[in-house]
């Protein structure tokens, strides 16, 4: 019942998204996508992820690209009608895509139902894993991003220098 | 007779739901959580209102308002008859529908920012496992209602103000969560039941608070800097300077959707406060032992009361920052000096208890201060100021 409601929620979202002209309304619609996968996680009992996916994709991502669309462009809506010419290879692509994902779940072992309750991982466990188990992944990842960073604020000081 | 005025609300809660079915039990159960949750602290706000208008006018040498009702208290009842009987008026350019959106967004993730706050001992709505990352969450939502806001109004002004408040909220997130990770760090825990109870005991008569220690010290400071920073308080008021952008981002609300910015706005301001609180200040901790009899909950409204007043202290007396000296201030100040916060908070866990710890991470604390403060201050001319026709 919850999941159906979710579920709806979710896809209403990415339908919209796709759908409107405005960019700005769209970005709100994905907004609620992404809420909405989140409350499906919460759902599953998954605590971290799914307020992990709320504090990531709709405190951080979903700024990040009103940032973007409001920094590169008129916010004036599009004249033109979406999709177009592409509509019936993007479509082929997208259900193709779709068929290739669903028959690897369906084949894969993780879609099998479990015997034993489903385990559930405290915050502890989640926590402790990161930091012993899987330091040094994360520590890299954690570089990486630094790098980025830094590689993003070197371009954007050198635009600036050119301006002026 | 402690033991029954401190637990008085469970009890009651508890006997009013055993009245009803079974079935229903956990519903009403929940619902008379939210129904009090509601209540109290939409009555705080307005509370506070008054408190600060008088507080302010005072601080300026006038009396604040003083006609409605005894000394002026009834004045927050007049104001919300005012606002609700005001016309409400939608921009005709204005995207009518994420305009009527965002105010609700606002007072709803306000709100909910209260379901992981523990008032009292043994009252909290939701005893979450990640509670802190809840109120992260929750927070981060308020974001983007506030761009809601700004740019469903179609007004350069409100559009300015909107951007302005998502900058400054993104930049003190940062510096807000990393002195977060200190606690959680000493607790091993995300939920803010365990936070506070891991606060409770004494040595002598000085409580177990985060606060009296160095790292703790350092990060209430930085924690309640960024606070007045994310809920858009003076002196980090940029997003809604009068001066500037007239409102910012609520130039164009009107009516009760104004009250209801005004009241998501101060709801984030308590909510956050009580999350320094629990964090820091020990939750509903009393400060002295011998004053455990007083109930849990006085003590945590006291702590909560004592930082409204500190805000509209400093509301008073601060000027208002340029944005450059905030964005400065954010990333050059308070986030190494949060980064210096994690490594002693690290360092007083491992050293062994002792005066050497206390000596260790108090330097640790000071002397990024010192440092810091220097260097950032070497630049910049600080001296009389000379007027060339004013005088």
């Given amino acids: 019942m919850l999941f159906t409601i979710f579920a709806i929620l979710t896809v209403a979202g990415a339908a919209a998204a796709m759908s409107l002209r405005n960019l700005v309304h769209s970005v709100l619609a994905l907004t609620v996508a992404f809420a909405g996968l989140a409350a499906v996680y919460l759902q599953l009992g998954a605590q971290f992820i799914g307020l992990a996916q709320i504090l990531v994709y709709v405190g951080a991502v979903a700024i990040l690209i009103v940032f973007a669309i409001l920094l590169t462009r008129d916010n004036v809506a599009h004249p033109e009608p979406t999709g177009g010419s592409f509509w019936m290879a993007s479509g082929a692509v997208a259900l193709t895509i779709f068929g290739i994902l669903a028959w690897a779940i369906h084949r894969s072992a993780a879609s099998r139902p479990l015997a034993s309750s489903q385990p559930e991982a405290t915050m502890q466990q989640i926590g402790s894993a990161m930091m012993l188990r899987f330091a040094l992944p994360l520590e890299i990842v954690g570089l990486l991003l630094t790098a980025a960073l830094i590689g993003a604020v070197t371009i954007a000081l050198r635009e600036k220098k050119e301006t002026r | ?391």
């Fill in chain 2, 1 to 391: 007779m402690a033991e029954t005025a401190d637990q008085f609300f469970v009890i009651l809660q508890h006997w009013l739901v055993g009245h009803a079915p079974a079935s229903l039990q956990a519903i009403l159960s929940a619902l008379l959580s939210v129904a009090a949750i509601l209540g109290v602290f939409a009555s705080l706000f307005a509370i506070t209102t008054v408190f600060e208008r008088k507080g302010l006018g005072r601080m300026q040498n006038r009396y604040g308002p003083n006609r409605v009702g005894p000394f002026g208290f009834l004045q927050p009842l007049a104001d919300g008859i005012k606002s609700l009987t005001k016309e409400d008026i939608v921009p005709q350019s204005a995207d009518k529908v994420v305009h009527f959106l965002a105010p609700m967004m606002l007072v709803l993730a306000a709100f909910s920012l209260y379901a992981v706050l523990p008032i009292g001992r043994n009252m909290v709505l939701a005893d979450l496992d990640a509670g802190v990352l809840f109120f992260f969450a929750v927070s981060s939502v308020m974001e983007l209602t506030i761009f809601m806001a700004g740019w469903s109004s179609r007004n350069r002004y409100s559009l300015l103000g909107g951007m302005r408040a998502i900058a400054q909220m993104i930049s003190y997130e940062v510096p807000l969560i990393l002195t977060t990770v200190t606690v959680i760090m000493a607790t091993g825990s995300l939920s803010t039941v365990t936070i506070v109870a891991k606060q409770a005991g004494y040595t002598g008569i000085v409580p177990h608070w985060f606060v009296f220690t160095p790292w703790g010290f350092a990060g209430f400071v930085l924690f309640m800097i960024a606070s007045l920073a994310e809920s858009n308080r003076s002196p980090f008021d940029l997003p809604e300077g009068e001066s500037e952008i007239i409102a910012g981002y609520y130039v164009e609300y009107s009516g009760f959707k104004f009250a209801l910015f005004f009241l998501g706005e101060y709801l984030g301001m308590f909510a956050i406060s009580g999350l320094g609180i629990t964090l820091f200040l020990g939750g509903w901790g009393a400060p002295l032992p011998f004053l455990a009899w007083v109930p849990s909950y006085l003590w945590f409204f006291a702590k909560l009361l004592a930082i409204i007043f500190f805000f509209i202290w400093v509301r008073g007396t601060l000027p208002r920052l340029r944005m450059d000296q905030l964005m400065n201030f954010a990333w050059k100040f308070m986030l190494p000096m949060a980064l210096m916060n994690l490594v002693t908070a690290g360092v007083w866990h491992f050293l062994p208890q002792g005066v050497l710890r206390w000596i260790v991470c108090g330097l640790l604390v000071v002397v990024p201060y010192v440092v810091l403060g220097r260097g950032l201050m070497q630049d910049s001319k600080l001296g009389k100021r000379v007027y060339r026709f004013a005088e």
